[in-house]
Every structure is written in C-alpha cells, then in structure tokens.
C-alpha cells in the first residue's frame, strides 16, 4: 500500500530507545521455540512507536532480515484494505 511501508525519516534519533531497541532485536533473534512470536508494541498517543518498529524494520532490512513492513496511520482510513496484499507483494 502507499506510504505504509519503512520509511526512515520516522526512525528514532540516534542514542534514543535504545534499551526497547535492544528488547526488540534480541526478541526477534531468540531461536527459543517457547519465545512468543507476536511482539506488542504498545503505548499512549505520540511516545514513539512508530519510530520504534521504523527504526527496526531499518535495521533487519540493513541486515537482510526483512520481509516485510506495514504500518497502519491513523489519517489512512483504507490502508488496512492492503495489508495482506502488500505483504503477500513483499514476500513473493
């Protein structure tokens, strides 16, 4: 879908959320069978979330890791319409 996919100008600034960029990536590269797969990102209005999953999406598609991205905006009401396809897109 336009506009839903990485997008580098939202990722944290450098030095910043580093102890939930850390959280995050050492998550995804846990091998554990009994890790959940599903990692919740959560929080009130305007804290970063974005910047957060922009600035890991930067980094697994740095390290080749990345299948896909899709993120929802508020603003966008039909975004959602494309969310299996882009990422059926993005995975073929």
Not at 79 to 86: A, I, P, Y
């Amino acid at each position: 879908a336009e506009g839903a996919g990485l997008d580098t100008n939202k990722a944290c600034l450098d030095g910043t959320r580093e102890e939930v960029l850390h959280a995050v990536i050492n998550w995804i590269d846990d091998a554990d069978p009994d890790t959940p797969r599903i990692f919740w990102l959560f929080g009130t209005a305007c804290t970063g979330k974005s910047a957060i999953a922009h600035t890991i999406a930067r980094a697994m598609k740095e390290s080749g890791a990345l299948g896909s991205c899709f993120c929802f905006e508020k603003g966008a009401v039909e975004r959602h319409t494309k969310l299996f396809s882009t990422i059926s897109r993005d995975l073929a």
